[in-house]
């Protein structure tokens, strides 16, 4: 999987979460939670669902490592890479 | 009952400010109770008085009174003396911006200092202070502005560009909109007015029964209700903080509630201040290890969170907290909807101690009904009725309310008001207000049953509104945003059961003819709402129905879409005239 279409993945569940955000507004190495106007619930949501989709396992102890749409995109890589 | 009692060691009674709940029940009366307050001259007195300046005056002026722990882990310290100094700025600086007594100022902030400060320095000035949620959407603000009269509000740059800009010409109350980060046209930047602002102010003495908070909450049909309380609630914030929370002076504090709530300004401004502990505030959202380092490395002694948060640190399981040591617990509470007895045998397992469930409302100001340090717990149970207030499961008929005292009988939970922290009243909205009240009871709105010991266990709602993530939804205002986009023609919004969140908002939605239903309508109708409503109030769910059961009258029947998407008996159906299809 390339990185792009890694990130086109990631943006399409941000896309079912919040509708409403364009990607072109975000700032893609901000607070993920903060651009896309996601709460606690929204994010665990997303996580499960990447989850699912990238057959990975995303532990809780990981979630400090993916707060930014970039940072999110570069722990996937990591971990459909290995 | 299918969980054993967790009992208590002989020696956590005595060691707690409530030694013996009986005994105590017994001796209580709030005139005693606000004895513990300082007051000011004349029977005047001021919350962020009893708050803040009493324990400077007292010689705690060093002592740690806000640790703010930002987003990036940095911390910073402001003690008693720092936020008096502080607080008093911000009081001279609405007061040279012509904000006086009465007036109204709202915040829209997340978890930073400046939040604290505002709310404090607000009650200094004697104006009245109205929290708004940052994850609200601009409706939900819109609205709460316009009930309350906002005169002036405090926000960021980000804050007030995305929420509160585009609605601020509906706002003709609105004089001053207070900036914390920088300048913006038709703001004012507020740390240089800071900087150069006296750090004295002679804290304005109040009347016990002026207005001191206005906090908003969901109504099931119409606009939110603006919930009053009083300078003199601070009696009853500072004696639960004791007596439930087992606050004690130089305890080091956490409560998870953002003051956005009603929790996360009675018990995360005020009750902590009052009782002078050193409170810890996280300015990130949940997270499994960062709250676990916050509980490890700031030694918390006392730890107030809710069952959403509780119910995801369950997820992660319990080895994500058994490589910790929590040496300094000693005390752990929930609130915002009834915390379930898995959650609270788990807590006693991987902490050592349970989670102490506590039940009450924004209309109460103050914990109502609570387990206690001294008090075995029974899980699932919100405990007994705090000293001074008296509890009771009260049946409305024609005849009136008639309280019903065998064991287990289910009824409606209601308080005999009269405690210093109870509403004065919904803004601008007297019959809404008099409705809570039947035959000297103040009916809380929600099912309940007593058990024999005297221990009452929440049953359920007794209106249509939503409990999700411990925050209160109203149904109406969800539909209201939905029927504003144009391929809308009728919406129920309801609450399903959620694992984690306990509930959340789930839309049913019959189309406009000409719509066809699809994925990228349902999309579209979900960023509608989240732009208007925020992720907080938002759906999470929307499905599509060619009708709605509606009555004769044509109001949609949320309860027979609840009792359906729950497989429930659909009960009295007899003013069902247009069904679900």
């Known amino acids: ?82 | 009952m299918a969980y054993d009692q967790i009992r208590k060691s002989p020696g956590t009674g005595p060691a707690s400010n409530m030694a013996d709940y009986d005994l105590t029940r017994a001796t209580f009366s709030w005139a005693e109770a606000h004895k513990s307050i300082d007051g000011l001259p004349n029977g005047k007195l001021n919350i962020a008085y009893e708050a803040i300046d009493r324990h400077v005056a007292a010689g705690h002026g060093s002592q740690i009174a806000l640790r703010w722990v930002a987003k990036s882990g940095v911390r910073t310290d402001f003690t008693y003396q720092d936020l008096q100094d502080r607080t008093n700025r911000f009081a001279n600086v609405l007061r040279a911006r012509g904000i006086n007594r009465g007036d109204k100022v709202y915040s829209l902030l997340g978890r930073v200092p400046e939040l604290y400060i505002a709310a404090l320095g607000t009650l200094k000035a004697g104006a009245v202070f109205c929290p708004l949620f940052s994850a609200f959407g601009p409706e939900p603000i819109q609205s709460r502005m316009e009930i309350g009269g906002a005169n002036a509000v405090i926000t960021s740059s980000r804050l007030y560009k995305r929420k509160l800009k585009g609605i601020r010409d509906s706002l003709p109350e609105l004089r001053e909109v207070f900036l914390i980060d920088a300048d913006q046209e038709g703001t004012t930047h507020l740390a240089p007015l800071m900087d150069a602002a006296s750090a004295s102010f002679d804290t304005e003495p109040m009347d016990p029964e002026d207005t001191a908070l206005l906090h908003f909450t969901s109504g099931t049909t119409g606009k939110p209700k603006g919930v009053v309380h009083v300078h003199e609630a601070v009696v009853a914030h500072h004696t639960t903080g004791r007596f439930a929370l087992d606050l004690r002076p130089g305890d080091i504090y956490w409560c998870t509630a953002d003051p956005g709530w009603v929790t996360g300004t009675s018990y995360g401004i005020i009750a902590p201040l009052t009782n002078r502990v050193t409170m810890i505030v996280d300015e990130a959202e949940f997270d499994v290890n960062r709250w676990y380092d916050m509980l490890e490395r700031e030694a918390v002694n006392v730890w107030y969170t809710a069952p959403t948060a509780i119910r995801m640190l369950m997820k992660a399981g319990k080895e994500a907290a058994q490589s910790r040591e929590f040496r300094a617990l000693r005390f752990m509470a929930s609130v915002g909807e009834p915390l379930n007895p898995e959650a609270v045998v788990w807590g006693n397992e991987t902490f050592g101690m349970p989670f102490h469930d506590n039940w009450w409302q924004t209309e109460t100001g103050g914990i109502m009904i609570a387990n206690y340090a001294c008090m075995d717990v029974k899980p699932g149970s919100m405990g007994k009725p705090m000293p001074g207030i008296d509890a009771g499961i009260v049946e409305v008929t024609e005849d009136g309310a008639k309280e019903l005292t065998e064991p287990l009988a289910m009824g409606e939970l209601a308080l005999r008001p009269g405690w210093p922290s109870m509403m004065r009243g919904y803004l601008h909205e007297q019959a809404r207000y008099d409705k809570c009240f039947v035959d000297g009871w103040y009916m809380s709105g929600d099912l309940a049953m007593r058990d024999s010991d005297g221990y009452f266990w929440f049953v359920g709602r007794g209106n249509d509104l939503i409990k999700s993530a411990g925050h209160l939804i109203g149904p109406f205002e969800v539909e209201s945003a939905l029927m504003e986009h144009a391929a809308v023609a009728e919406v129920g919004v309801i609450g399903v059961p959620d694992e984690t969140a306990g509930e959340i908002v789930k839309a049913y939605v019959a189309l406009k003819p000409g719509n066809a239903p699809s994925d990228d309508l349902m999309l579209e109708l979900m960023g509608h709402a989240r732009k208007r409503l925020g992720p907080a109030v938002a759906p999470k769910e929307i499905v599509f129905r060619e009708n709605l059961p509606k009555t004769r009258s044509g109001k949609i029947m949320r309860r027979l879409l609840k009792a359906r998407e729950l497989g429930l008996p659909e009960g009295d159906i007899s003013t069902l005239e247009s069904d679900e299809k």
């Open chain 1, 1 to 82: 999987m390339t990185r792009q279409e890694i990130e086109t993945a990631i943006s399409k569940e941000l896309n079912r979460i919040a509708p409403e955000i364009d990607m072109d507004d975000i700032d893609r190495g901000e607070d993920l939670r903060e651009e896309f106007d996601i709460d606690s619930m929204d994010f665990l949501k997303l996580v499960t669902a990447l989850g699912k989709i990238f057959r990975v396992e995303i532990p809780e102890a990981d979630y400090g490592q993916i707060g930014s749409f970039n940072a999110l995109a570069d722990y996937m890589a990591g971990k459909v890479a290995t």
